[in-house]
Each structure stands twice: as structure tokens, then as C-alpha cells.
């Protein structure tokens, strides 16, 4: 499979990165998990990697979203947890180390909104670019 026209899918929210990402921020990391890894007498490193090798998605947004845009993105994607509470959701994301998707069960650590600018005049609030990080289990 190859790249299907969006980054990633928060439940059923296609984020095409168009509107909201920074596409050169934008990284994947698969994280290999060890159980019980050790080095013998002679320092060889013996591991027994486990098969559910959990992802990281890290991006941050295009600069100067307003507060609609941001409302828009972020009610998008929180209206597509499975747990609210963790912020939990299944994420389908590409990964450019595969050339393919992965879909796992996630959760977004919280974002941190700076405020670039306020304009009095619209009562629109702009902001910096954020991090917006997926955590797979």
C-alpha cells in the first residue's frame, strides 16, 4: 500500500495536513519493545523483541490558526476518542519508514496553545504553531 491522501485518521477525522499541518514537522517513530533483554559472559546482547511495536506521531500545526480553526481541529479529533477521559482513539497513520499505515489504539498528549496575537477588532484569537503528539500502546 502506499500514501492514501491523508496523514493520519483519528477515528473517522481524515487529517490531510492541508489545513492544519506543518507537513515538514511531521515524523513517525516505531518503537521496538524488549522484554527481558540481557548481555551473556561474552557482552552478546540477546533480546526477545515483542510484536506489538507501538508508534509515535509527532507534528506541529501551521502558524497563525484562530481560535475556530483550532476549535475545529481539536473538537474534530476529541469527538472521535473512545475514552475521553485519556483521550484515547484508534489512529491510522502513514508511516514513510513503510511507505504504509498503521492503525493502533492511541492517545494525544495534551497540546500547548500559545497565543501569537489577539485581534480586538474581530475578537479572534491567533496562535503559534503546536505540537501535536499520538502516543501508541
Partial sequence: ???LG??????????TGEKFINYESY?????VQDLDAHR?????????VLPNIPIKINFETRPGLNNDEVAEFLG???SNYTNALERKAVVRAFVPELNDYIEQ??????PTLKIKRI????NQVFYNSFKVTFIGY
Avoid at 489504539?105 to 495534551?110: E, F, I
Fill in 1 to 3: 500500500m502506499a500514501y
Fill in 119 to 122: 485581534d480586538a477588532n474581530t
Fill in 105 to 110: 489504539d492511541m492517545y494525544m498528549a495534551g
Fill in 76 to 78: 474534530n479529533i476529541s
Fill in 27 to 31: 515524523d513517525v517513530t516505531r518503537e
Fill in 40 to 48: 551473556d559472559a561474552t557482552g552478546k546482547l540477546h533480546r526477545n
Fill in 6 to 15: 491523508y496523514l493520519l485518521k483519528v477515528g473517522t477525522y481524515e487529517i
